[in-house]
């Protein structure tokens, strides 16, 4: 199994790239999801966890005062702590839409979020779409190949028919919402073989001490998602920040901590070091 370091020089999509580079110089595989809904809250959180991601994931849509301050804010602490951004948009209307909804609208997303991801269910034209504005950018997409949640219908042919639009979009989409590699999936008989592509998967619903929030997700540890299942990076939300009303600094950086030193354990293990 190759390395982050060793993908990251030979990545053809620029936001890999940048993504892998980051994982690799700060030796941490965690992308923190912060799900909160009062801008100071948000902020505050990631300038204590951003010491130890690679990723800061976000739904802005959620806070109640958002304004253009708060994107300048969350640029500058990417810049101080060396993180990316993932705005987790989850588009899913037609190409003309999303690419609207993408760089328009009150949060403009495409001017500052460094990666975004999209559902498949539209079909290629939704990339096509999000490319329009995404790609004269260098972002990157990451496609929904599957979900976390108990009953999840992404599965099956429905998760191949994924991977092969993702196959004939590689300069934009970069990699996959997933809870397993998809190296060969979707992979006809007597097809190329998945050798020339390294789609990189993020999977959320990570936990160390839950296995599920009694709202439909599901979690797995560091070491199952990583060294069991072959993903890249931990996505991690409230078993990082716990409960929002009650924010304990000390404890959100101890579990931010925490987590950066499960991932990196369990890629050293994948990588047999
Ligand atoms: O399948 C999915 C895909 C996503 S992006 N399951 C998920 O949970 N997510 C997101 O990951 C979800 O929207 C949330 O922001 C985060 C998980 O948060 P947690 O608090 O359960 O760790």
Partial sequence: MRTYGHRANNHPNAAARQLLETIDRKKTNLCVSVDVTRKA???????????????VKTHVDIIEDFDHDLIEQLQALSKKHDFLIFEDRKFADIGNTVSLQYSSGVHKI????????????PGPSIITGLASVGKPLGRGLLLLAEMSTKGSLAV??????????????????????????????????????????????????????VRGDGMGQQYRTPR??????????????????????????????????????????AYLERIGE
Avoid at 111 to 121: E, K, Q, R, Y
Avoid at 167 to 178: E, H, P, W
Avoid at 237 to 257: F, H, M, S, T, W
């Fill in 110 to 121: 495409a001017s500052w979020s460094h990666i975004t991801n999209a559902h498949p269910v």
């Fill in 156 to 209: 099956g042919s429905y998760t191949e028919e994924a991977v092969r639009m993702a196959r004939a979009n590689k300069d934009f989409v970069m990699g996959f919402i997933a809870q397993r590699r998809m190296d060969g999936v979707g992979v006809q008989e007597g097809g190329n073989s998945a050798e020339e592509e390294d789609f990189l998967i993020l999977t959320p619903g990570v936990g160390l001490d």
């Fill in 41 to 55: 809250d948000f902020l505050a959180i990631i300038d204590l966890v951003g010491p130890f991601s690679c990723l």
């Fill in 224 to 265: 199952e998602v990583i060294v069991e299942s072959g993903c890249d990076v931990i996505i991690v939300g409230r078993g990082i920040y716990g409960n929002p009303k009650a924010l304990d600094a000390d404890n959100v950086r101890r579990q931010a901590e925490r987590y950066m030193k499960e991932g990196w354990k």
